[in-house]
């Protein structure tokens, strides 16, 4: 079964772009593909150091190009990094080669989501919630701009939130996924 249209999920760190979109993916028997993650392994790179070595602007050259191929793709779930909604040429080709998912969350949610992770420049700061708050304001009208659905994350499993994407877009799940299982500590 292919995707009528590809789904292409927006919306700031810790949203949960990359595990629901894959999750989606699995359930839609359909490719998934986190731009961030393309960048790092064309490049051999990572994201903190693309920062380091070309700064922002660099980065977003290659999201650019990252996100205007992968959007070409047929039957994809695409997990886009927070910022790319900043270029309006992202936008635009989200907008016209998919139906665009934004996963809104709380500032709070996102600092509990990304308090330890170390690949998040933006997040150098000595004010991560402050920073958080900055780019939200600057981001979300842009998230809200494109979005075909917006979906809350906060206090919802990686499962009711597919389930509500799927009922929102009139998709249906292979009948013979079956949702994942916390793996069992083994008897002793």
Known sequence: MTLPFNLILVGPMGAGKSTIGR????MLSATFLDSDKEIEQRTGASIPLIFE????????SREHAIIDELTLKPNLVLATGGGAILDPENRAHMSARGKVIYLLTSVDQQL???HRDTNRPLLNTENPEQRLLELFRVRDPLYREIADLTVETDGKTVQLVCSEILRKLGLKAKKDVKPRQKARKPRR
């Open 23 to 26: 999750r989606l993916a699995q």
């Open 53 to 60: 070595l070309e700064g922002e602007t660099g980065f977003r």
């Open 112 to 114: 509990r989501r990304t």
